[in-house]
T-cell receptor, first 116, second 113 residues
Framework: GAVVSQHPSRVICKSGTSVKIECRSL??????MFWYRQFPKQSLMLMAT?????????EQGVEKDKFLINHASLTLSTLTVTSAHPEDSSFYIC????????????FGPGTRLTVT | DQQVKQNSPSLSVQEGRISILNCDYT??????FLWYKKYPAEGPTFLIS?????DKNEDGRFTVFLNKSAKHLSLHIVPSQPGDSAVYFC????????????FGTGTRLTVIP
């Protein structure tokens, strides 16, 4: 149980275009989903937290107009990187947490974004 | 400011021996701690967790120890297996309300056959 999928696993896009990444909880209802970003040889940095049906809460320094997060259902959250630039190239990972599970997050496999 | 620190970026251990991965934290508001295992180009996989009301939690070959006074936790893997080779992240969560996870920088464990 507690499987989280992400799609796509890898995407290459041109500078100035937008890219959407999907995160799905496959066998549980995710009341809260988190989006992380990982730079090479660094830790996972939380970008934003989203609760189903409400606006995402962004961490300090994360541009909410650039990284659009939608958590429309209990099993799906999307991250859209708008007007992507090469510095947005990174490994993006989502995680999901079910109701009543205060701490444990289950992670998706991640999406490697490369902006050329 | 890195609130969760893993000072050893890498660790090599012979198969069958014990692997000890260490983690330190600075925020006394953290009250729940987790260890995740991560393979390259994959998301982290939950391994084991411990609440601040305990000092030890065991699950098979994995044991996590918590020393609150020292703000230190460790993950013991015994016996170590080649399949354990991965990057291990410790994570901490503050008391109820925030529920965000703060991750350490990871330790790459290599188990040598």
């Amino acid at each position: 149980g507690a499987v989280v999928s992400q799609h796509p696993s890898r995407v290459i896009c041109k500078s100035g275009t937008s890219v959407k990444i999907e995160c799905r909880s496959l066998d549980f209802q995710a009341t809260t989903m988190f989006w992380y970003r990982q730079f090479p040889k660094q830790s996972l940095m939380l970008m934003a937290t989203s609760n189903e049906g409400s606006k995402a809460t962004y961490e300090q320094g994360v541009e909410k107009d650039k990284f659009l997060i939608n958590h429309a259902s209990l099993t799906l959250s999307t991250l859209t990187v708008t007007s992507a630039h090469p510095e947005d190239s990174s490994f993006y990972i989502c995680s999901a947490r079910g109701a009543g599970r205060l701490y444990e997050q289950y992670f998706g496999p991640g999406t490697r974004l490369t902006v050329t | 400011d890195q609130q969760v620190k893993q000072n050893s970026p890498s660790l090599s251990v012979q198969e069958g021996r014990i692997s000890i991965l260490n983690c330190d934290y600075t925020n006394s508001m953290f009250d729940y701690f987790l260890w995740y295992k991560k393979y390259p180009a994959e998301g982290p996989t939950f391994l084991i967790s411990i609440s601040s009301i305990k000092d030890k939690n065991e699950d098979g070959r994995f044991t996590v120890f918590l020393n609150k006074s020292a703000k230190h936790l460790s993950l013991h893997i015994v016996p170590s297996q080649p399949g354990d080779s991965a990057v291990y992240f410790c994570a901490a969560s503050p008391q109820t309300g925030a529920n965000n996870l703060f991750f350490g920088t990871g330790t790459r464990l290599t188990v040598i056959p």
